[in-house]
Protein backbone atom coordinates (compact mmCIF):
# COMPACT_ATOMS: atom_id res chain seq x y z
CA UNK A 1 0.00 0.00 0.00
CA UNK A 2 1.02 3.61 -1.22
CA UNK A 3 2.22 5.49 1.88
CA UNK A 4 0.82 9.43 1.42
CA UNK A 5 2.67 11.49 4.19
CA UNK A 6 2.55 15.30 5.38
CA UNK A 7 4.89 17.10 3.26
CA UNK A 8 7.18 18.03 6.09
CA UNK A 9 7.07 14.93 7.21
CA UNK A 10 8.67 13.48 4.27
CA UNK A 11 11.26 16.15 4.54
CA UNK A 12 12.43 15.54 7.76
CA UNK A 13 12.38 11.76 6.92
CA UNK A 14 14.83 12.61 3.66
CA UNK A 15 17.15 14.85 5.57
CA UNK A 16 17.21 12.05 8.80
CA UNK A 17 17.90 9.30 6.53
CA UNK A 18 20.84 11.77 4.73
CA UNK A 19 22.20 13.10 8.12
CA UNK A 20 22.91 9.10 8.80
CA UNK A 21 24.43 8.33 5.32
CA UNK A 22 26.48 11.16 5.32
CA UNK A 23 27.80 10.33 8.78
CA UNK A 24 28.59 6.81 7.91
CA UNK A 25 29.65 6.85 3.99
CA UNK A 26 30.43 10.98 3.74
CA UNK A 27 28.56 12.92 1.58
CA UNK A 28 30.65 12.10 -1.68
CA UNK A 29 30.48 8.56 -0.86
CA UNK A 30 26.55 8.63 -0.32
CA UNK A 31 24.62 8.75 -3.40
CA UNK A 32 20.81 10.11 -3.84
CA UNK A 33 19.90 6.31 -4.58
CA UNK A 34 21.22 5.48 -1.44
CA UNK A 35 18.84 8.26 -0.01
CA UNK A 36 15.71 7.01 -2.05
CA UNK A 37 16.67 3.16 -0.50
CA UNK A 38 17.15 4.53 2.84
CA UNK A 39 13.85 6.19 2.41
CA UNK A 40 11.74 4.03 0.56
CA UNK A 41 10.55 6.74 -1.81
CA UNK A 42 10.61 7.35 -5.63
CA UNK A 43 12.95 9.86 -7.33
CA UNK A 44 10.31 12.45 -7.92
CA UNK A 45 9.48 12.58 -4.46
CA UNK A 46 12.88 13.37 -3.31
CA UNK A 47 13.60 16.32 -6.13
CA UNK A 48 9.84 17.79 -5.24
CA UNK A 49 11.50 18.59 -1.80
CA UNK A 50 15.00 18.83 -2.88
CA UNK A 51 16.95 19.97 -6.11
CA UNK A 52 20.10 17.85 -5.47
CA UNK A 53 22.17 16.19 -3.12
CA UNK A 54 23.72 19.81 -2.45
CA UNK A 55 20.23 21.12 -1.34
CA UNK A 56 20.07 18.08 1.12
CA UNK A 57 23.18 19.13 2.91
CA UNK A 58 21.89 23.36 2.64
CA UNK A 59 19.20 22.06 4.23
CA UNK A 60 21.06 19.83 6.96
CA UNK A 61 22.91 22.68 8.26
CA UNK A 62 19.75 25.29 8.26
CA UNK A 63 18.41 22.41 10.28
CA UNK A 64 21.07 22.48 12.62
CA UNK A 65 21.71 25.79 12.84
CA UNK A 66 17.89 26.30 14.55
CA UNK A 67 18.37 23.51 16.60
CA UNK A 68 21.82 25.58 17.60
CA UNK A 69 19.73 28.85 18.02
CA UNK A 70 17.09 27.45 20.39
CA UNK A 71 19.65 25.71 22.72
CA UNK A 72 21.88 28.80 23.05
CA UNK A 73 18.31 31.00 23.20
CA UNK A 74 17.57 28.39 26.53
CA UNK A 75 20.62 28.95 27.90
CA UNK A 76 20.67 32.61 27.85
CA UNK A 77 16.90 32.60 29.37
CA UNK A 78 17.85 30.58 32.18
CA UNK A 79 17.79 33.02 35.31
CA UNK A 80 18.73 30.53 37.67
CA UNK A 81 22.09 30.64 36.52
CA UNK A 82 24.68 33.08 36.39
CA UNK A 83 25.76 34.94 33.95
CA UNK A 84 29.17 33.92 33.52
CA UNK A 85 27.67 30.41 32.99
CA UNK A 86 25.01 30.80 30.29
CA UNK A 87 27.44 32.96 28.35
CA UNK A 88 29.73 29.47 27.90
CA UNK A 89 26.22 27.83 27.53
CA UNK A 90 25.75 30.04 24.49
CA UNK A 91 28.97 29.40 23.04
CA UNK A 92 29.10 25.95 23.66
CA UNK A 93 25.42 25.63 21.89
CA UNK A 94 27.40 26.61 18.87
CA UNK A 95 29.04 23.23 18.48
CA UNK A 96 27.41 20.88 16.45
CA UNK A 97 30.11 18.73 16.16
CA UNK A 98 29.57 17.46 20.07
CA UNK A 99 25.74 16.92 18.67
CA UNK A 100 25.58 14.30 16.31
CA UNK A 101 26.97 17.21 13.07
CA UNK A 102 30.74 15.91 13.06
CA UNK A 103 30.33 14.70 9.55
CA UNK A 104 28.21 17.46 9.01
CA UNK A 105 31.44 20.05 10.31
CA UNK A 106 33.76 17.82 8.30
CA UNK A 107 31.96 18.88 5.19
CA UNK A 108 31.83 22.62 5.67
CA UNK A 109 36.29 22.31 5.76
CA UNK A 110 35.73 20.87 2.65
CA UNK A 111 37.76 23.31 0.11
CA UNK A 112 34.53 22.67 -2.63
CA UNK A 113 32.17 23.88 0.47
CA UNK A 114 34.01 27.03 1.19
CA UNK A 115 30.01 29.00 0.46
CA UNK A 116 28.33 26.99 2.76
CA UNK A 117 31.00 27.13 5.34
CA UNK A 118 30.97 30.92 5.27
CA UNK A 119 26.76 30.97 4.64
CA UNK A 120 27.23 29.37 7.81
CA UNK A 121 29.41 31.48 9.90
CA UNK A 122 27.45 34.46 9.05
CA UNK A 123 23.92 32.88 10.19
CA UNK A 124 25.86 31.96 13.41
CA UNK A 125 27.08 35.43 14.01
CA UNK A 126 23.87 37.47 12.64
CA UNK A 127 22.12 35.15 15.13
CA UNK A 128 23.68 34.38 17.94
CA UNK A 129 25.45 38.08 18.71
CA UNK A 130 22.25 39.28 19.45
CA UNK A 131 21.90 36.51 22.63
CA UNK A 132 25.11 36.99 23.19
CA UNK A 133 24.77 40.83 23.85
CA UNK A 134 22.00 40.68 25.84
CA UNK A 135 23.84 38.37 28.73
CA UNK A 136 26.83 41.16 28.45
CA UNK A 137 23.85 44.07 29.14
CA UNK A 138 22.70 41.80 32.05
CA UNK A 139 26.22 41.75 32.94
CA UNK A 140 27.14 45.44 33.00
CA UNK A 141 23.34 45.90 35.19
CA UNK A 142 25.19 43.35 37.93
CA UNK A 143 28.20 45.17 37.95
CA UNK A 144 30.37 42.08 35.85
CA UNK A 145 31.50 43.92 33.19
CA UNK A 146 31.92 47.29 31.94
CA UNK A 147 32.00 48.22 28.36
CA UNK A 148 30.43 50.82 26.47
CA UNK A 149 30.20 48.64 23.17
CA UNK A 150 28.51 45.13 24.23
CA UNK A 151 27.19 44.77 20.95
CA UNK A 152 30.84 45.05 19.49
CA UNK A 153 32.81 43.02 21.72
CA UNK A 154 30.47 40.42 20.69
CA UNK A 155 30.29 40.69 16.79
CA UNK A 156 34.73 40.97 17.45
CA UNK A 157 34.53 37.73 19.80
CA UNK A 158 32.64 35.95 17.87
CA UNK A 159 33.95 36.45 14.57
CA UNK A 160 37.48 35.61 16.35
CA UNK A 161 35.67 32.31 17.84
CA UNK A 162 34.05 31.20 15.20
CA UNK A 163 37.54 31.06 13.19
CA UNK A 164 39.58 29.52 16.24
CA UNK A 165 37.01 26.82 16.76
CA UNK A 166 37.55 25.82 13.04
CA UNK A 167 41.81 26.15 13.03
CA UNK A 168 41.65 24.34 16.48
CA UNK A 169 42.01 21.20 15.24
CA UNK A 170 44.86 21.16 12.82
CA UNK A 171 46.90 22.90 15.62
CA UNK A 172 49.18 21.42 18.12
CA UNK A 173 48.68 21.72 21.66
CA UNK A 174 51.40 24.11 22.38
CA UNK A 175 49.96 26.06 19.59
CA UNK A 176 46.57 25.93 20.75
CA UNK A 177 47.09 26.34 24.54
CA UNK A 178 48.75 29.70 23.51
CA UNK A 179 45.44 30.60 21.45
CA UNK A 180 43.57 29.72 24.19
CA UNK A 181 44.94 31.92 26.69
CA UNK A 182 45.22 35.02 24.36
CA UNK A 183 41.27 34.30 23.66
CA UNK A 184 40.21 34.32 27.42
CA UNK A 185 42.79 37.37 27.98
CA UNK A 186 41.22 39.54 25.34
CA UNK A 187 37.46 38.89 26.21
CA UNK A 188 38.07 39.73 29.44
CA UNK A 189 39.93 43.12 28.99
CA UNK A 190 37.05 43.68 25.49
CA UNK A 191 34.89 43.24 28.62
CA UNK A 192 36.15 45.31 31.12
CA UNK A 193 36.59 42.43 34.05
CA UNK A 194 39.24 41.51 36.46
CA UNK A 195 41.52 39.25 35.25
CA UNK A 196 40.63 35.64 36.02
CA UNK A 197 36.62 36.04 36.73
CA UNK A 198 36.59 33.90 33.04
CA UNK A 199 39.27 31.91 32.74
CA UNK A 200 38.11 28.56 35.13
CA UNK A 201 34.52 28.52 33.23
CA UNK A 202 35.69 29.92 29.55
CA UNK A 203 37.93 26.88 29.43
CA UNK A 204 34.77 24.01 29.65
CA UNK A 205 34.59 25.71 26.07
CA UNK A 206 37.94 23.82 24.98
CA UNK A 207 37.25 20.06 25.79
CA UNK A 208 40.55 18.41 25.11
CA UNK A 209 44.18 18.76 27.28
CA UNK A 210 42.04 22.33 28.69
CA UNK A 211 44.74 24.89 29.56
CA UNK A 212 45.08 25.15 33.53
CA UNK A 213 43.46 27.82 35.02
CA UNK A 214 46.30 29.24 36.63
CA UNK A 215 48.26 29.91 33.18
CA UNK A 216 45.36 32.30 32.01
CA UNK A 217 46.13 34.98 34.94
CA UNK A 218 49.74 35.52 34.36
Partial sequence: MRIVKEAEERRNEILDAADELF????FDGTSTNDILENV????????Y???SKE????????RYEEQMYSAAAAAAKDSSLPVTERLIRVVLAMNVSQDGGKALVEQMHKPQNALMHQKTQ??????????LTGLIEEGIREGLFSTPYPAECMEMTMAYATTFFDDAMDMSEEER??????FIFNMERLLGTENGRLASCMLRMFDRNPVPASDTDE
Fill in 23 to 26: GRKG
Fill in 40 to 47: GIARGTLY
Fill in 49 to 51: HFK
Fill in 55 to 62: DILDALIQ
Fill in 122 to 131: QLTLTRLTPV
Fill in 177 to 182: SQRIRA
